[in-house]
């Protein structure tokens, strides 16, 4: 298998770094808006070669995208319309449904598919089974130290609070999780979130709430920040790698 990776900041360098030693996979390459990001990863890596999206998407069977919403919106149709598998991070560009619903569309037609990994947060297959039984609610409580936001603030403070869609276009870097959440179950308009700034904490905090015919959940998870970005949960790097492993694997655990 080839992969494309297409942002090589601090997720993108993870998973080309782990995508390095999978054998299933023979060539990774590398395409970043900012050079100096895919050469630097290209030197450390065996299986690496720098390509535009254009000059790799012919011999790659999978595209990982770990750049922005803007790469999603340049990319995607033409990643699909070449019949390629997407994993996709910058899943916040997925609030519009017209854009939604036309990369679904595509995917159908060309027998591909999109992979949103559950990225930052834990709990997304329970939510996805969840759904099928009928959920009445979901919330999602985000807490982040306020630099990892851009934010100073020297006591607890709720910087927003209201659905899923609105969280994402607010925060379209920082609450990608309320997307994926909003997907796997209630939608963007019914998911409630809420983002908080604590200067006390370290660790970037997720918990969500839900429940449904099924009974009631709940999950709370302490993320690490990435090494490479604060801003960005080591979480998300590894089940952006878990979901490359996915495609790969035979057996298919969970949901
Ligand atoms: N789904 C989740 O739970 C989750 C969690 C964390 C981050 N994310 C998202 O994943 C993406 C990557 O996160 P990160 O922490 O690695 O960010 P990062 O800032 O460390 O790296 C992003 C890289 O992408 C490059 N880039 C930006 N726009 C590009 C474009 N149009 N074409 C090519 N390269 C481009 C940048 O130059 C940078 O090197 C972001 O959109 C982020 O919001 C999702």
Redesign the pocket.
């Known amino acids: 298998m080839n992969l494309g990776i297409?942002?090589?900041?601090?997720?993108?360098?993870?998973v080309a770094e782990a995508a390095d030693t999978i054998k299933e996979i023979k060539k990774i390459y590398l395409?970043?808006?900012?050079k100096n990001?895919?050469r630097k990863l290209n030197k450390r890596l065996k299986k690496t070669e720098i390509k535009t999206?254009e000059e790799f998407l012919p011999n790659v069977d999978v595209v990982f995208?770990?750049?922005?919403?803007?790469?999603?919106r340049?990319?995607a149709e033409k990643i699909l319309n070449s019949g390629k598998e997407l994993i996709?991070?910058?899943?916040?560009s997925l609030f519009d449904e017209k854009f939604r619903m036309k990369l679904d569309k595509i995917a159908r037609e060309k027998k591909c598919k999109i992979y949103?990994?559950?990225?930052?947060?834990c709990g997304i297959d329970g939510i996805l089974s969840a759904n099928i039984g009928g959920l009445n609610e979901v919330t999602l409580v985000t807490t982040k130290p306020p630099s990892s936001i851009g934010k100073s603030c020297n006591k607890r403070s709720v910087l927003f609070k209201g659905n899923a869609r609105d969280a994402v276009k607010k925060y379209?870097?920082?609450i990608?999780?309320a997307?994926?959440l909003s997907l796997a179950g209630k939608g963007f308009d019914e998911t409630k979130v809420e983002i908080v700034a604590d200067p006390m904490v370290t660790r970037i905090g997720h918990k969500i709430l839900a429940n449904g015919k099924f009974g009631r959940l709940r999950v709370e998870l302490e993320n690490m920040p990435?090494p490479?970005?604060p801003?960005?949960?080591y979480?998300?790097?590894l089940?952006?790698i878990a979901t490359l492993k996915r495609i790969i694997d035979p057996i298919q655990i969970g949901v």
């Open positions: 297409i942002g090589c900041g601090a997720i993108g360098t993870d395409f970043d808006i900012n990001a895919s999206v995208e770990g750049a922005s919403q803007k790469a999603v340049e990319y996709m991070m910058s899943v916040g949103v990994p559950s990225g930052a947060i379209p870097k920082n990608n999780v997307a994926s990435n490479n970005n801003g960005s949960s979480m998300a790097s089940s952006a």
